[in-house]
């Protein structure tokens, strides 16, 4: 006996990985998530800035000034640093140590010329300097 073969059609759905049921996926213009994150919500950092950002009232020099929190912790460790608290040195320098690498790491090298550039500068410039003489000589 020959095996009877199902007649496939060509509107069958093709349902397996990566092809659920039509019935069950989602509708256009449904998200997954309706619950989702809110719309205008802040993460930890944007809070953290505005935080930092803060006014706060400091004696400085003897006078009353309104700063940044951010400003009145960095001169806290600043003090307590300078004052010889050990964890407030390592921390402060560790700090400073990191801003100086990124304003290295942005700013150009002092010269980023070549050996041979700079010869052909010095002697483009002493025929320069040789010009002016010739001219106050006349």
């Avoid at 002092?110 to 052909?120: K, W």
Wanted: charged share 30%; net charge positive.
């Amino acid at each position: 006996m020959a095996k009877k073969r199902k007649k496939v059609s060509r509107t069958a759905q093709k349902v397996g990985r990566g092809n659920p049921p039509k019935h069950t996926q989602f509708r256009k213009g449904t998200t997954g998530n309706p619950k989702g994150r809110p719309k205008g919500s802040k993460n930890l950092s944007t809070y953290l800035m505005e935080a930092a950002r803060d006014q706060v009232s400091a004696t400085v020099g003897g006078r009353t000034r309104k700063i940044s929190k951010i400003q009145a912790t960095a001169m806290q460790l600043a003090t307590k640093a300078a004052g010889g608290d050990q964890a407030a040195i390592g921390k402060f320098l560790d700090w400073m140590d990191e801003i100086e690498t990124r304003a290295a790491a942005v700013k150009p090298s002092q010269f980023p010329l070549s050996a041979p550039d700079i010869e052909v500068l010095r002697g483009a410039y002493e025929r320069m300097k040789q010009c002016e003489t010739e001219k106050t000589g006349e």
